[in-house]
């Protein structure tokens, strides 16, 4: 694991992680600058009646802002995950250039299509499970650290299997895929727990999602 984590940072600089980081960000921008103006002209149209023109504006910029950041700080991961499925392939085929040539022959593009849909059934996923967990998330807090616990508990099992199943539609049918899960429950465990405290990290949290696609891509040619 240390080693997979290790050559993922040393290949940050390559011109396809550099590509699918810029488009992730710039992707990201766009659509929380469009929720952020569709909330600014909603606010601004139910708050007419009880403020003027020269505050409502202002009212309604500040609290567009504050929303916005809000849903930012807590969809993120969400996002995140979401674009790494869409850009996955991309990662994945740099990682098997440079590392694992002799497996570029049998790969199978995932293709647009399926990249989208790995990548919002794993957001929805993420946000469907940990809305389920959250009574207990809340119970938890009386402990001090189950909360940290369960959260890292179980967002590590559903980052791992969304890594793993991201490198290995590239080489195995779905029969093979589900054989392969069950032979590497333990590693994906622990490669999600990884991936999820980078996610914790600032600033690492934005390079979270291109350091896991790799890792996972290493730890599945390292395992055969």
Known sequence: MIGAFLLSVRQLGDPAFVRVFA????????????????????????????????????????????????????SFRAVAIALVGIFADEI????EARHYPQTRASARPTGIGRSMAMGAR??????????????????????????????FLVNGWL??????DMVAVRHLD?????????????QRFVLGLAGTGLFVVP???LLAPLIGAAMATHLFHGRR
């Open 203 to 205: 600033v690492v949290n």
């Open 122 to 151: 794993s957001a929805a996923r993420l946000v469907i499970v940990n809305l389920l967990m959250l009574p207990v998330y809340v119970a938890l807090l009386v402990t001090g650290v189950g909360t940290a616990i369960a959260f």
């Open 23 to 74: 488009k992730s960000m710039a992707l990201t921008v766009t659509l929380f600058a469009g929720i952020g103006v569709a909330l600014w002209f909603g606010i601004d149209a139910a708050t007419a009646r009880w403020f003027g023109d020269g505050t409502r504006g202002g009212i309604a910029a500040l609290a567009a802002l504050f929303i916005t950041l809000l849903a930012l700080w807590l």
């Open 174 to 186: 779905d029969a093979a895929i589900r054989g392969w899960r069950k032979a590497t429950v333990v």
């Open 92 to 95: 994945v085929e740099a990682v």
């Open 159 to 164: 980052l791992g299997r969304d890594l793993g």
